[in-house]
């Protein structure tokens, strides 16, 4: 019984995850500095804030591009009814709003460039994105480490054989 | 040096291969800047009143932005009858020779300085190794520099320095010296530099041997030829609107600078996105140079002095630790990044030609007082085979262009691809210099620039975001391509998200009609439209 009890906690655990859906959206903003981005998803039955930033804090985003990044983790979603909202100068701006078919991508990048329009209006537009992915991870030590042993290799060779040579000659 | 002609060539075949199997369709270049320089092989002569007309469709392309004009030279006179990839390949495989039998001409010209006879054999081969195989001639065919690799005046023109600045010197030496230099400067600006600060160094070392009239002749020509050159690449620079932000210009900088990792060592890591910078120098020749100065070896003084101080200048005005990038000192040259200087020398770097070639001469006459000369060839050999990652770097890929571009209307071509932000961004330069070289093989007019070294003036990419902001915000297709005149659209599938691939195809359906062709060969899917505007040729 006890055996049992153990198999069933385990495969209680062992049980596989709920499908999980990644939304990375991007906002570029060229010359503007706004100085709040918020991303709003509905997503399912219920909204979702996603704060977008350019410091380098969220995992997808490289920091002062001027590209604002924020990310979303939730169910698998057919489509995704979004909003877009800028704050800049004081003023809180809807610059998008668009339901986005997003076809259950366990992945989904989305990418809007905002531009400034006619009367100071801004103004949020697609763009077309594919995932940018992030640096390798650098393993700098084994490197620094061979080419030092091979510096200090071929000092000591080379020493060796110049004390050897002034040796011969002196004699 | 017939013999060492042999080894170098043996050693480059070695090096790059299986370049010589395949040069007219392979490519051992990991990146993306062998397609610009196959293109411009393919497009100089097309070029009229210094715009191209094959690229920057309807427009035509400014050419501000180019770095060889040398390279150009070339183009030019070889007007389209060879193909590209042949061209930039041979450099790979000869450039290398030819530089390492120019520094194998300055040693020899040391050499003859200090003793009589001829040069020891072993100690010519280091000289020309340090140089012609240099770790930044790695970093060259990575990057498809392939420009780089061929250069040979910058020893030359230190050889004929040293002439100049000798007690014998003629106005003959003054003007191979200004020849030279005039020829690294052609090659790039970077080398002209690199060659104008080895001059300078040569003057101030060995002023007082030297003729002076013959020394104010070469440095008069010297000045001339700079000064002209500055001041078309300033009129140039302001036509393109290059004026970087002193921001951008910081981190740009980094990026073009040696860090400590960087400097002596190269780790797989450092291809892995887009870009090969590392190492600057060899760290045997490092270790067998500096060794002249406690062994106190006649004539290596000033070759140290050159090699250490370019060394130190490929650290940019900026020292950091590594690729985190987030410590950092400031160097002796952190004032000139705040002077703006390097808003326009943006690779540091490139000083490690400068720094080899003084060190493998400092080398070269170590190992010349060496019982055992032969191990500081194996020792320099080790750094570029091994320590650069020579080998296991450069290898061979094929290069096919896809064949339903060949279905198109005779018209012009915009390429669709959708955008790659954050630390990828340079996956742009990446499209922009595939449809550049794809056009190698269609011969249609296209809308992208092909020397473009700033995506935000891109046509291609403004294009592009038109297109597709208007397809995925349900706007007006035609709207956005009528100002083209294009014969087709060529959407690049494979590259999109599947939610956003869907929507385009549909979109494109809808505005154009049915597709025109669909292709999975040349390593990519792509689908093209008729664009359906009527296009003047």
Known sequence: ?171 | MSRSFFVFLAFSLIWSWPLALAPGSSTVSLHFDQYPASWLVFAASSFESGRSTLSGWPTGEPLVRLDSFLFLALAQALGGRVSGLLVTNMFVLFGPVFSALGAVALFDRVWAELRPGVPPIYSRLIAGFCFGFAPLATVGVLEGHVYYLLNPWLPLCIASGLRVTSDDGTIKNAISTVVFFAASLLTTAYMGVNALVALALLGLWRWRGARLPVLGAAALGVGVVGAIYAGFFVSGSLRAGVAAASDSADALVRLGSASATTLLAWAPWMDLNRHSLAPALGPATLALGFLAWPARIRGSGLWLVLGLGAGIVTLGPVLELGIARTEAWPTPLYPLLQLGLFDIYRFPIRFGWLAMLGLGIAAALVMSRHRWPWLGLLLVVGDVGLLSGGWTRVRGHPSPAPSLYRLLPEAPVLDLYPEVGGLQEDMGFYFQNLSCYYQIHHRRRIVDWCLNTNLAQSPRLAASRAVHAALLGEGDVKAALRPLRLGSVVLHAGLYQPFERSALVVGLTNALGPALAEGTDGGEWLIAWAAGTPVEE
């Open chain 1, 1 to 171: 019984m006890f055996s049992a009890l153990i198999l069933a906690g385990l495969a209680a655990g062992a049980a596989p995850p709920e499908d999980v859906q990644t939304v990375v959206v991007d906002v570029a903003f060229g010359g503007l500095t706004p100085e709040r981005v918020l991303a709003t998803l509905q997503v399912a039955d219920a909204d979702a804030e996603v704060v977008l930033v350019d410091d380098g804090t969220d995992p997808h985003d490289a920091r002062g591009d001027r590209v604002y990044t924020g990310s979303h983790r939730g169910p698998l979603v057919q489509y995704l009814p979004l909003t877009l909202t800028v704050d800049l100068d004081g003023k809180r701006q809807d610059v998008y709003t668009g339901t986005l078919r997003v076809g259950m991508e366990r992945s989904v990048s989305l990418a809007f460039e905002v531009t400034t329009g006619a009367g100071g209006v801004l103004t949020g537009v697609r763009r077309a994105s594919a995932a940018p992915g992030r640096m390798s991870h650098a393993t700098e030590a084994v490197p620094l480490v061979a080419s030092a042993v091979w510096a200090v290799l071929a000092l000591v060779a080379g020493a060796v054989g110049l004390k050897v040579r002034r040796g011969t000659e002196a004699e």
